[in-house]
């Protein structure tokens, strides 16, 4: 066929149609094609389509287009067409194309398809086209699925049969309902293109019910359903119809396979919401569609299970009895009400009718404890509980519980009156005592003599004399009463009386005479003893008076003999006094001598804190040559201001550059507040490079001279060769006349530890420059050392010319203040000056947090007056430690005035002062720091007064953050609580003593591990527990967790150990969880070595308080000791906070009575929940806000959880509720 293109234009298109094609034939069209333009750059394009059954054109099956080729060339097509359906070929042409002739040949260059099949698949399934082709293919073929208005589909694999056929694969990925449609195979060959009849492809949605089943009945255990499954979504045909079911509570679930249309799921638990849905599944993989809408409902409810028997917990006394369990395992249903019986079953007492003792309690759902009141002691009660719902009860449980049996009730004594007397004898009457709870067992007589106590009882619970003593022991013992007579409790059926010193023995008590000239007390004492109690009681009946008249004299023989030994000691004695009166004579003179000759010598160094003149501060710091230092530069000492007097004028006015040929290190630009975190965190990078760097830039050694203190006559002024005083900065004391160089001390104005030669010359630099504060940062003795020695009196000294008197002195957790009254002859005024010595310093390195030392920079700024001279600051060698409280001080200030911290240069400034001052690398590192912790956390402590008004306006809410100051401090406290590291906790991560962590990941460090010191048989020194700081008291608080039940014996040894008088508990007893009870409820148990004996407990509200008497029956001379638990049952195990505010502080105020009691406030306290962290901690802590209200009147609750957590992290977890506690009960501590 032959085109013919003349007479048209460019870019005009010449459409040529070939005849139909209908049979089920391969259609070869072999064409040959120019192309060619009048310019020559501008070529047409041919496209050839292949239109079906008169549909769209679709894409082309080939196309030509690009330069023009100027020879003719040849192309073939292979077109497959299936009857019914009928093709047709059409050509484009783009002009300028020339012509086209088209030969109809045999297929011989391009493959051509067999017929393609339809292809149905679920949604979401792979739809996978075979196209089947006669031919071969080459690597530069192209094959692809072509889709009509459809995604086409790349070439998954290709499979060769043989050399004329090959099969090629296509995959339709994720099929929808938008990808089906008419798709058809494509080949593009050099030769020419290969198409294949279109398949269609078909999408099917899996069925989906539209509603949900219906409900058809319901019981406790099981639900009746109708599937509703005939109205669907999606198509069919359904094969298969499932049930799915779980709880709406849970993630379980169920699936059962259902052939009807109604189906019963069984097997459900009662009162239980369930979801239930229906899913449908048709022909085909990925055929089962999604589930259809759930039906939701509740099983019945039933009759609970039994309350659970382990759960059922009864704490006796002696008329009640206080009952605890737990809820039904299984419930099923709310449960609405506990019924609780009860009945007496027996007594110790046969005396007592049990008949009226019995009754029924009933208590709501929520309500699980009851205390029982008005029983009798020593009786046995038998308690049914059951449990019910709206159902109706369960099936019962029965305990027994036994109340503790009381003291036998004395008769009266009006009068102690006896009905007769002698010398050595009184006679009295004895009535019958009146038993409750056990009869009574035996009768006792017991004398004791009236004198003079040294020593108060520190507490009443010792009544009576439970400790028999005989008469012949009492002296060894020296007990002032004994045992007279006991006799057994059926002898005294009616009144009777009875001689106390007839000199008769009564079940094995000598019934001694009476001394005339003594005074005695008779008491008559009842006991009872029954199951493994003993309780008794007693009544004064009679008293005796000594004697009015004298004794006889003695022999004359006996009285000269007497006199004449007294003669021959007096003798002694005077001869004695005399010899060492004439040698202490002798050694005060040569003392006096030698004190004489060496006076101004072996002076301990001393510093005063600088000074600092104005000057506004420029953030490129100071060069070396510049006019003023760096301390001058920047005022940061306010406390600190010029007089007139000649001494103080000349140790504070500003000073002129000193010309020294010596470089304490490069200046470095200060840091903004903002940036001083990522400042800290880059200069740690790398093992800390930054710091180690900057560290080893100070000039180490001397940075100017000194002299002065060279000289021979101050050599021995100076402890440390290598540390002593330059002479531009040192401290000129005011000369003693007639003394040469009494000027000199080893001080600049940074100080050192005074020597005991140079304490006069300290308190004398002390009142010179009108120092009202004296900061110490050391301990006397460290590590066996002496640091420092004792300059200050325990009550008045006087030091030559000056008088020292310790007026208060107040101690604290980490250091000491103490308050001096100061007098110097001459002078009429008596000025007061403190001391505030620093006690928390380790003996080794640094502080492991500056949360203490910062609390008390605060203390010494905030009680310094700000017209007094300057502070002296002291450790030992007056380098490191001085240098750390100086830098951190001044740092303070800085933040504060001028939101930049200029640690380096600070420090480089006060090396210039004084030699080597920030001994270490460890030190610098600290005091950054500390000054971070400074910033971030701030000055958090307010007064008592404001509590209030402070509580409510953390308490509001930002509208723009939605989160108030109280949720800030919070982030702040979690952001600055240090994490524990492994090598933190080596010793709880031992393998022998896992078995003693309730939580591995709740570990004590290893500094805070109280280690025991009891011996137990091969058991190791290590508990699950930690030394907490009070307030007032280092250590006084020992948080740990509820006893395991293979670490009961380590518990009381470690009671036992650090001397502990109070145990808190805030959680319940519960095997369940591993939480035994570890204190027995009456008699004695053993613990290993450890005896311990239940004395008494009482309830009151929602506190158990209960004594018991603790020893070593190893170590049977140390004594016993008298230990308080407080058992707090208003925490339930689901709360975050104690139900009562007033419960729990009544609680801490009961813990502070029994310890300053007891024990003077000395003893510790041991604090346990079920991990020793949340609820101790919030103990601890709200017990340090009451402590700082009653000796401050002022709080600081996020400096006392710091306290906590830098020691355990998991101490306390809300701050809000110390808040709420506070505000309720602030003003109680507020004054005026």
């Not at 609405?336 to 759902?365: C, H, M, W």
């Not at 004794?551 to 000269?560: F, G, H, N, Y």
């Not at 001994?919 to 209030?948: K, N, W």
């Not at 101490?1211 to 505000?1223: A, I, K, S, T, Y």
Request: with cysteine; hydrophobic share 35%; proline share 6%.
């Amino acid at each position: 066929m032959l085109v013919n293109t003349s007479g048209r234009f460019a870019e005009q298109r010449a459409h040529l149609l070939l005849p139909h094609l209908k049979e089920n034939d391969t259609h070869c069209i072999d064409f040959h094609y120019y192309v060619s333009s009048k310019s020559g750059s501008n070529p047409g394009s041919l496209n050839v389509y292949v239109k079906v059954n008169n549909g769209p054109l679709g894409n082309p099956i080939w196309n030509m287009s690009g330069a023009a080729t100027g020879t003719w060339n040849r192309a073939e097509l292979a077109i497959s067409t299936f009857w019914p359906n009928f093709y047709q070929v059409h050509f484009i042409f783009t002009l300028c194309v020339n012509n086209a002739i088209l030969f109809s040949l045999p297929s011989a260059k391009t493959p051509h398809f067999l017929r393609l099949q339809s292809v149905e698949v679920n949604a979401g399934q792979f739809a996978t086209f075979q196209c089947t082709a006669n031919g071969k293919t080459n690597t530069g073929d192209r094959l692809w699925l072509q889709g009509i208005y459809v995604r086409d589909a790349p070439l998954k694999d290709i499979k060769v049969s043989n050399d004329r056929r090959f099969v090629a694969f296509f995959n339709v990925v994720n099929a929808t309902k938008r990808d089906a449609g008419n798709y058809r195979c494509m080949i593009r060959t050099e030769g020419g293109a290969g198409v294949s009849s279109y398949a269609e492809l078909i999408v099917k949605e899996p069925p989906v019910p539209i509603a949900p089943p219906q409900l058809s009945s319901v019981g406790a255990t099981y639900l009746w359903i109708q599937l509703n499954a005939n109205s669907i979504n999606g198509d069919g045909p359904i094969i298969e119809r499932e049930v799915e079911y779980r709880t709406s509570s849970g993630s379980w679930y169920d699936r059962q396979p259902v052939d009807s249309t109604s189906y019963k799921i069984g097997h459900l638990d009662p009162d239980t919401e369930y979801e239930i849905s229906v899913l449908l599944t048709r022909p085909g993989e990925g055929g089962t569609g999604s589930p259809g809408p759930a039906l939701k409902t509740r099983t019945k409810c039933a009759v609970p299970s039994a309350v659970p028997l382990e759960s059922i917990q009864g704490s006796t006394f002696e008329e009640k009895i206080f009952l605890q369990w737990r809820e039904p395992v299984q419930t099923y249903g709310v449960i609405t009400l506990y019924e609780i019986t009860y009945k007496a079953v027996s007594s110790f007492d046969p005396e007592i009718d049990l008949s009226n003792q019995s009754g029924r309690v009933l208590k709501l759902g929520n309500e699980t404890h009851y205390l029982f009141f008005g029983l009798y002691p020593g009786t046995t009660y038998s308690f049914t509980i059951r449990a019910s719902t709206a159902k109706g009860f369960g099936p019962p449980i029965t305990n027994q519980f036994t109340t503790k049996i009381s003291a036998p009730s004395m008769p009266p004594y009006e009068l102690e009156t006896p009905l007769n007397q002698t010398d050595s004898t009184v006679t009295i009457l004895l009535k019958p005592a009146q038993s409750r709870g056990a009869p009574v067992s035996v009768y006792q007589i017991v004398v004791e003599e009236e004198r003079p106590r040294r020593t108060k009882k520190t507490t009443e619970i010792l009544k009576c004399y439970p400790v028999p003593i005989h008469f012949q022991n009492a002296s060894l013992l020296n007990s002032q009463y004994y045992f007279a007579a006991e006799f057994p409790a059926n002898s005294l059926q009616a009144a009777q009386p009875f001689t106390i010193g007839d000199n008769r023995t009564y079940s094995g008590f000598w019934n001694t005479p009476l001394l005339p000239h003594k005074s005695y007390s008779i008491y008559f004492q009842a006991a009872s003893r029954a199951n493994g109690e003993t309780k008794i009681d007693c009544v004064r009946v009679a008293t005796k008076g000594a004697a009015t008249r004298k004794p006889d004299p003695e022999p004359e023989k006996e009285t000269d003999h007497t006199v004449k030994i007294a003669g021959v000691i007096a003798g002694i004695l005077l001869f004695v006094i005399i010899f060492l009166g004439v040698v202490l004579v002798m050694k005060k003179r040569k003392l006096a001598k030698k004190r004489k000759e060496t006076l101004s010598s072996t002076r301990q160094e001393m510093t005063v804190m600088v000074n600092s003149m104005d000057k506004s501060y420029t953030e490129q710091g100071t060069n070396c040559d510049e006019a003023f230092s760096f301390m001058d530069t920047h005022n940061l000492n306010g406390r600190c201001n010029e007089t007139s007097s000649s001494v103080q004028s000349h140790t504070y006015k500003k000073r002129d550059p000193v010309d020294v040929p010596y470089q304490t290190g490069q200046l470095h630009p200060a840091i903004r507040v903002a940036d001083l975190l990522q400042h800290i965190t880059q200069m740690k990078c790398a093992e800390g490079y930054g710091f180690k760097e900057e560290y080893e830039s100070f000039f180490e050694g001397q940075s100017a001279p000194w002299d002065s203190a060279k000289k021979d006559e101050n050599r021995m002024k100076n402890r440390y060769g290598n540390i002593i005083a330059y002479d531009h900065s040192r401290v000129r004391l005011q000369p003693i006349e007639g003394e040469t160089n009494s000027d000199y001390i080893n001080g600049n104005y940074i100080d050192v530890r005074p020597m005991q030669e140079t304490i006069y010359d300290f308190w004398r630099m002390v009142w010179h420059e009108n120092t009202a504060s004296i900061v110490m940062v050391t301990n006397l003795v460290e590590v066996g050392r002496v640091k420092c020695c004792k300059y200050w009196p325990d009550d008045t000294e006087i030091y030559k010319d000056i008088k020292v008197t310790l007026i208060e002195t107040e101690l604290l957790a980490e250091y000491v203040i103490r308050t001096f009254a100061v007098e110097k002859r001459g002078a009429h005024e008596i000025r007061e000056i403190r001391q505030f010595h620093f006690t928390g310093w380790p003996d080794h390195g640094v502080p492991y947090h500056a949360t203490g030392l910062l609390g008390f920079v605060r203390q010494v700024k905030s009680k310094s007056p700000p017209n007094a001279g300057p502070l002296v600051v002291h450790c030992s060698a007056g380098a490191g430690r001085t240098g750390c409280f100086i830098v951190i001080d001044i740092m303070l200030d800085m933040a504060e005035r001028e939101g930049v911290v200029d640690i380096y240069n600070c420090v480089r400034e006060l090396r210039s002062r004084r030699v080597n001052m920030v001994q270490t690398e460890e030190q610098y590192v600290f005091i950054h720091d500390a000054i971070l912790e400074a910033c971030l956390c701030g000055d958090t402590s307010i007064p008592a007064s404001q509590v209030r008004s402070v509580y409510y306006e953390m308490n509001k809410l930002d509208p723009q953050t939605n989160s108030s100051q109280i949720k800030e401090e919070f982030r702040t406290l979690n952001m600055v609580t240090p994490t524990l590291r492994v090598e933190d906790c080596s010793i709880a991560l031992l393998p022998r003593n896992h078995e003693k962590n309730r939580c591995m990941d709740v570990l004590p460090p290893d500094r805070c591990l109280p280690f025991l010191i009891t011996i137990d048989g091969e058991s190791s020194n290590y508990i699950n527990a930690a030394l907490m700081d009070s307030y007032k008291q280092p250590s006084a608080f020992i948080v740990t967790q509820h006893p395991l039940p293979n670490t009961v014996k380590d518990f009381w040894r470690l009671v036992l150990d650090y001397h502990c008088t109070s145990i808190v508990m805030l959680n319940d007893v519960d095997p369940a969880q591993l939480c035994p009870q570890y204190w027995p409820e009456n008699g004695v148990h053993r613990h290993g070595p450890i005896q311990v004996e239940f004395v008494s407990a009482d309830l009151e509200e929602d506190i158990i308080s209960r004594i018991f008497r603790i020893y070593n029956a190893a170590r049977p001379q140390d004594g016993y000791r008298m230990v308080q638990q407080f058992q707090f049952l208003g925490w339930p195990m689901y709360r975050d906070t104690p139900v009562s505010k007033r419960s729990f502080l009544k609680q801490i105020r009961q813990v502070e009575k029994w310890q300053e009691e007891y024990n003077g406030g000395e003893g510790r306290t041991v604090v346990h929940c079920l991990n020793g962290g949340g609820r101790s901690g919030t103990f601890c802590a709200i017990s340090i806000v009451c402590e700082m209200l009653r000796h401050q009147r002022a709080v600081d609750v996020f400096h006392a959880v710091k306290t906590l957590r830098n020691n355990k992290p998991n101490m306390v977890d809300l701050l809000v509720f110390q808040w709420e506690l506070l505000r309720k009960h602030a003003s109680r501590f507020q004054r005026g």
